[in-house]
């Protein structure tokens, strides 16, 4: 058991950093004003709000899996850990716009930011396949709520 932990010590560690960041960052949507959301006008895709935490989850561990992969080469793959870091904090910022700050117009921004930097990430990691792979259904999660994020934004205009 400890030899496995020592082997994918980078991977473990990542993937509780990326959680961690990502439950801070969430943590937006609990000090914010539940009913602003409840009342938003949404789209008929908008799913249940129960979906969001788990999905999260599972991308927030497998980035992490991702990032812990690159660090084991850090020397190898500083450009890729930095394109990392930048997509990340499109990431981190979204939930406080949205959520905390009611700014679906600069979520809108930030997300639509987030898509490009993660999109230009995924290509330069294309060489590195379980990155890439690990990756590959966060883009797929983000590409969707940039259109959901998108959606509410034009529903609710004002």
Not at 24 to 47: Q, R, T
Not at 97 to 116: N, V
Not at 130 to 136: A, D, K, M
Request: net charge positive; aromatic share 18%.
């Amino acid at each position: 058991m400890i030899s496995i932990f020592k082997k994918y010590q980078p991977e473990i560690t990542g993937s509780l950093l990326c959680l961690l960041l990502g439950l801070l960052s969430g943590y937006s949507v609990n000090a914010s004003d539940p009913l602003w959301y409840i009342h938003l006008n949404k789209p008929s895709f908008n799913p249940p709000a129960w979906v969001f935490g788990p999905a999260w989850t599972v991308l927030y561990l497998m980035m992490g899996a991702a990032l812990g992969r690159l660090w084991k080469e850090k020397t190898n793959n500083k450009m890729l850990i930095v394109l990392f870091i930048i997509q990340f904090i499109f990431n981190l910022a979204w939930s406080p716009l949205f959520f905390y700050f009611h700014r679906i117009d600069w979520a809108l921004a930030d997300i639509a930011s987030l898509w490009l930097s993660l999109f230009i990430f995924m290509i330069a990691a294309r060489h590195r396949r379980s990155v890439f792979l690990l990756c590959l259904p966060y883009l797929l999660w983000v590409s969707f709520a940039t259109f959901l994020n998108f959606s509410i934004y034009t529903m609710n205009i004002s």
